[in-house]
């Protein structure tokens, strides 16, 4: 395994070594309820006060604005079918966008099945949401719009800022949720700044711990319980709180931020070295996503006459895992969602190969991925049935 190439950050990252240290002792010795009426339970509370504080201080918030899940998908699932069913019995319109996280549509599919009205945002082929599709999808009774800050299939950065402004426009009370499960890795996360009413985060997406998420929610906005039970995280989500997961949580969220300009100048090079030579060394590629609203570690092309599949399993041969699609449908050999999308037709779409760098990434394992995917692709399509040469190309 010492000479993997890892290039699914986007899926996951591998958890720090300093967040670990700081997990440990919550996991062992230091193991009690912050509800216990004791001193190891008053320990524990005040812990859980400081990883809250420490969110809270990154996102520009109040602790109080900030509950602790099990991750993004938990966060998206609370947001969304926490604000659109606040009040029992009354059925709104939501507006989300074709190219969101599947955490957000197949819960924006079950909201629909509930009698909520559901507008789906076709997105430009850059993978933007125009202000003006928004403008003109809004309803009399539009409770929710939820779009996602980066996209993390081909890492297109969405306007949040310009959405928030524009909703404060309309003089209505539309709440703004945005998934910034991709986005708080790389990009500054300040809630207020950016103008939304919910944010959520994901543990493992930067260093932290699997199945820890957050969800910010700004104070005043109605939130329907998920899960019901104990007080917890202000009566917002039942259970006995993970205390080393919080506080893992907490600590990589800090390493992250501490470490984010740096980092996103530093991978921003590699991937602009990386698409170059993509482009200059392989022919008839195509790059999803945007040149310019780009996540600094995405990395997506698609390859005429190939499956990434196909192009999957030849990396891993030697040793590089990357991904096509997203990490969770690359189970099923439909095309990408978010790349059909973006008006690839299926001759692309199925063809797409996303690399998302990360601590680890650096040139040298960068270029010799780069060389594997030269020496596959030419194999690949050395033996395709499909034309050489894509529609419209010679
Ligand atoms: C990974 C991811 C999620 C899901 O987060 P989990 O913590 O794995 O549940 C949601 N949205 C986006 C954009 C993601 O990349």
């Known amino acids: 395994m010492s000479k993997t190439i890892y290039l699914d950050h986007a899926a996951t990252t591998p958890l720090a070594p300093e967040v670990f240290e700081v997990m440990k002792p919550w996991m062992t010795q230091e193991c009690w309820n912050p509800g216990g009426f004791y001193a190891g ?5 005040e812990a859980l006060g400081r990883a809250r504080e420490t969110v809270a201080e990154i ?4 602790p109080g604005e900030i509950i602790f ?5 938990e966060s998206d699932n609370l947001a969304l079918r926490g604000v659109m069913n606040a009040r ?6 939501m507006i989300t966008s074709s190219i969101e996280h599947h955490a957000i549509l197949h819960t924006a599919e079950d909201l629909a099945r509930d009698g909520h009205e559901i507008s789906i945002l076709q997105v430009e082929k850059d993978g933007r949401v125009s202000l003006e599709n928004l403008k ?19 890492g297109t950065i969405q306007p ?6 524009f909703l404060q426009e309309t003089g209505k009370k539309i709440f703004l949720h945005t998934d910034a499960v991709q986005g708080g890795v790389h990009l500054d996360c300040n809630v207020e700044k950016m103008g939304v009413d919910l944010l959520s985060l ?4 930067f260093y932290g711990p699997r199945g820890m998420g957050a969800l910010f929610v700004k104070s005043g906005t109605p939130l329907r319980p998920q899960i019901t039970g104990g007080g917890q995280e202000y009566n917002r989500r039942a259970g006995t709180e993970n205390i080393a997961g919080i506080i893992g949580f907490a600590k990589a969220l ?5 470490h984010r300009k740096s980092e996103a100048i530093r991978l921003s090079q590699l991937r602009d070295h990386a698409i170059e030579r993509i482009q200059k060394e392989i022919k008839h590629v195509q790059l999803n996503g945007s040149h310019e609203h780009r996540l600094p570690n995405n990395i997506n092309f698609s390859f005429w006459g190939v499956e990434g599949e196909g192009i999957l399993l030849k990396l891993d041969e030697r040793g590089i895992c990357a991904s096509t699609g997203s990490a969770c449908t690359s189970a099923d050999l439909d095309a990408s969602h978010v790349i059909l999308a973006t008006g690839q037709g299926h001759g692309w779409a199925h063809g797409s190969i996303r690399f998302t760098l990360g601590k680890a990434t650096t040139k040298e394992l960068l270029d010799k991925a780069i060389d594997e995917l030269k020496e596959i692709i030419a194999y690949l399509r050395s033996i395709s049935p499909v034309p050489p040469n894509p529609p419209g190309s010679n």
């Open 41 to 45: 339970g008053f320990a524990t509370k």
């Open 59 to 62: 996102l520009g918030c109040m």
């Open 69 to 73: 899940t099990s991750g993004g998908s």
């Open 88 to 93: 029992p019995g009354e059925k709104h319109h």
């Open 136 to 154: 003109k999808a809004i309803r009399e009774n539009t409770k929710l719009v939820s779009i996602m800050m980066a996209n993390n299939e081909i």
């Open 160 to 165: 949040i800022k310009e959405i928030a402004e």
């Open 202 to 205: 994901s543990g493992h997406k």
């Open 254 to 258: 800090q390493l992250a931020s501490e």
